[in-house]
Every structure is written in structure tokens, then in C-alpha cells.
């Protein structure tokens, strides 16, 4: 059973900076795609960023290319979303999500692609 936890939410001020981060558990963390997506309040879920399971690509949404980096450290099993020049319009729930294909050569953001969820982590950013 994979396991997704989520850490490193909380209040921030407009322009700074947090790093989320998401331990995996069940599998070997090494062999799959990973993702980050975020909902704010009264929207739907939406794509911010995915790195291959080779650690050499990423990809982002355009509202936050430039100001947020997606890293994985596989050896603990951890990926992480290191957050800057936050604004108001990033204040949502953050989820951390998995690929369940074994080595996928594609990165994909709709969120169907992914079929393991954390419980997502509160980021919150004051005007």
C-alpha cells in the first residue's frame, strides 16, 4: 500500500518562501513519477509541478514557473516543492500525488494520471 504524507504547510507572508515536502511509503519511490497539485477554496483541484522518476525533468504550471522548484530526494524516499515569492493566489490546500506506472517516460498534469494521494498540507499567504 503506497502511503503519501505531506509536511511543511503554514501561514506565510506575501513574498516568502516555504518548502513542502512528501515522504512515500510502499513501493520503491525510485521508479515513479511524482506531482504536486493544489486547491484553493471553491475551485477545483489544479497542476503545479511533476518531476520524472529520472530527476532530470520537470515540469510546471505557468502561474509558477520561475518561483517553485520540485526536487526528490530518492534515497529517503522524500519529494519536495520549495516554494518562493509567494502570493495570495497560492494560498490552497497542497496535495502530493504518485504515478502508479512503473518507469512512465511521459509526465502528465491531469490529476487522473495519479492514482495515490497524501492528505494534503495547508498553505496560507497574507496579503
Known amino acids: 500500500q503506497v502511503q503519501l504524507v505531506e509536511s511543511g504547510g503554514g501561514l506565510v507572508q506575501a513574498g516568502g518562501s516555504l518548502r513542502l515536502s512528501c515522504a512515500a511509503s510502499?513501493?520503491?519511490?525510485?521508479?515513479?513519477?511524482m506531482a504536486w497539485f493544489r486547491q484553493a477554496p471553491g475551485k477545483e483541484r489544479e497542476f503545479v509541478a511533476t518531476?520524472?522518476?529520472?530527476?532530470?525533468?520537470?515540469s510546471y504550471a505557468d502561474s509558477v514557473k520561475g518561483r517553485f522548484t520540485i526536487s526528490r530526494d530518492n534515497a529517503n524516499n522524500t519529494v519536495y516543492l520549495q516554494m518562493n515569492s509567494l502570493n495570495a493566489e497560492d494560498t490552497a490546500v497542497y496535495y502530493c500525488a504518485a504515478d502508479r506506472r512503473y518507469r512512465r517516460n511521459i509526465v502528465s498534469a491531469d490529476s487522473h494520471e495519479y492514482d495515490y494521494w497524501g492528505q494534503g498540507t495547508q498553505v496560507t499567504v497574507s496579503s
Open positions: 518531476i520524472m522518476w529520472l530527476p532530470a525533468h520537470a
Open positions: 510502499g513501493r520503491t519511490f525510485s521508479n515513479y513519477n
